[in-house]
């Protein structure tokens, strides 16, 4: 969860994901909630074996969220990499098991493909679904998490996920240097300054 704890007053406080997991749902009944909720963006909609979770981001977690996803474009931008961000696409696998990343991409020439090669995760507030579980079930290739400031990298081998230094379809992205950025005011200064940093090291 967010911790809170020991705050002045008047300083600003983390918000919580509000998060509701139901066991014994039916497929059926999964895809039922999907079409109820139509083309919005909340809740989004997770499902693994009989559990469904229902998950509204909170303000932190979609900045948190978009930040990732601008600087992910501005280095692709920089090393010439055809990639095509799809948000929350809806996932599934037509029996057990469902999700909608925060961001999910598909990265080079072919984007005719039916799955995203690669897809981001924000663990802002604790609990939920197996995402792992669900991803490696969808055949997703490369998950990231962002925990606590870092990215996790999980690459799909065989029939389970392995950590990794760096991305497969991003090799020459330092993670740790892009996380460094996402404390700006504003996504337009970390932009900025992420592109200054990955010129400067070019050099």
Known sequence: MVATANIPAGEYVPTADHRVV???VTWEHYEVELAMRGEKSVPRLAFLEGVMELMSPSRDHERITSYLGRLVEVFAELQDI?????????LKNGRNAGGEPDECYIVGEDQSKDRPDL???????????????????L?????????DGKLEVHALRGDGYERAARSRWLPGLD?????????????????????????????
């Not at 897809?119 to 079930?137: A, P």
């Not at 740790?176 to 050099?203: G, Y």
């Open 22 to 24: 139901l066991a014994g």
């Open 82 to 90: 055809e990639l095509s961000p799809y948000r929350s696409w809806t």
């Open 119 to 137: 897809v981001i995760e924000v663990i802002w507030t604790s609990g939920g679904l197996d995402k792992l579980e669900i991803y490696q079930r």
């Open 139 to 147: 055949g997703i290739d490369e998950v990231w998490f962002w925990i």
């Open 175 to 203: 993670l740790e240097l892009m996380c460094t950025f996402l404390d700006r005011r504003s996504v337009h200064i970390a932009k900025r300054d992420f592109r200054e940093a990955l010129r400067n090291d070019k050099k």
